[in-house]
């Protein structure tokens, strides 16, 4: 397994001989205005460039997963430059259908049980934040990918820590676990995305994996840095456990 942090939320994982993209936003740093009532309203999405080119992100890529429809996991210029004949698996049929009306012609809904050229593939439930701007923020999705001779993955998405996260973690028992961190926010409602108490729940929950932290720093409403999670792994003793990656970064497993 390999997992190569592009930016955001966007990854490239090898996984049992097949390369899968992530949530691809690839636009050119400052194509898209912010997002409102939050912070850093003078800076244009995304914050900072791609750490390599398009064409090398996407280049092989057998299957492409989009875990929502927000526009830092799913882009215009992803739409672009992704061939329209590519495997592109979606949350739900209302997110399969947008996908399709963006000219793709292979879409198909995750499932608990979804096949991929023998990896598992296993739609996880996620919560886009707590209490009132759930209502706002919409549906979402993690996955987790299985196969015989690799280790578990467990891509959590955009969600907070809550019992569902619990739920996935203790049933499927992942080795790695892909977190999205940036504490991202509005001015009102809360975190969206986990914060570093939310990474913490989920290292008390498997103490013996190895979190990766994505999500940071790459558009406007982050409210958590990377370097004070890494404060905050090494106060609390994880830092063994805790992989904050920078752009263009990648881990083998």
């Known amino acids: 397994m390999n997992i190569h942090q592009i930016r955001n939320a966007t990854i490239v994982v090898e996984y049992s001989g097949k390369k899968f993209l992530i949530d691809p936003m690839l ?13 850093r309203q003078e800076q244009n999405n995304p914050l900072v460039s791609l750490p390599t080119s398009i064409e090398s992100i996407i280049q092989d890529i057998d299957a492409v997963i ?34 399709r009306n963006d000219g793709f012609e292979n879409v198909e809904v995750l499932q608990e049980d979804t096949v991929f ?22 549906l979402v999705c993690g996955v987790v990918l299985k196969h015989s001779l690799e280790k578990t993955l467990y ?6 820590w809550y019992e569902e996260v619990q739920t996935v973690i203790d049933t499927h028992k992942p080795e790695i676990i892909v977190v999205n961190a940036g504490d991202n926010q509005f001015f ?15 290292y ?11 999500h940071m720093e790459a558009v406007n409403h982050w409210t ?9 792994a090494n106060e ?16 083998s497993f």
């Not at 636009?27 to 939050?38: Q, V």
């Not at 996880?124 to 919409?138: C, D, N, P, S």
């Open 117 to 138: 050229e023998g990896i598992q593939l296993i739609k996880t439930k996620g919560e886009h934040g707590r209490g009132e701007i759930l209502k706002f923020a919409g």
């Open 155 to 160: 891509v959590a998405g955009d969600t907070v």
């Open 224 to 232: 958590l840095s990377r370097e004070e999670l890494k404060s905050f």
């Open 66 to 99: 989009v875990t929502h429809l927000h526009p830092d996991h799913w882009d215009d210029a992803a739409k672009e430059a992704l061939p329209k004949e590519i495997k592109v698996f979606s949350q739900n049929e209302e997110d399969a259908t947008e996908i």
């Open 204 to 214: 008390k929950t498997a103490p013996n994996s190895t979190i990766i932290a994505v």
């Open 27 to 39: 636009a050119e740093k400052g194509t898209y205005p912010p997002f409102p009532n939050a912070l």
């Open 236 to 251: 609390k003793g994880i830092s063994s456990n805790l992989l904050v990656p920078n752009d263009g970064d990648a881990y």
């Open 188 to 202: 009102e409602g809360g975190s969206l995305v986990m914060g570093k108490d939310d990474v913490y729940e989920v």
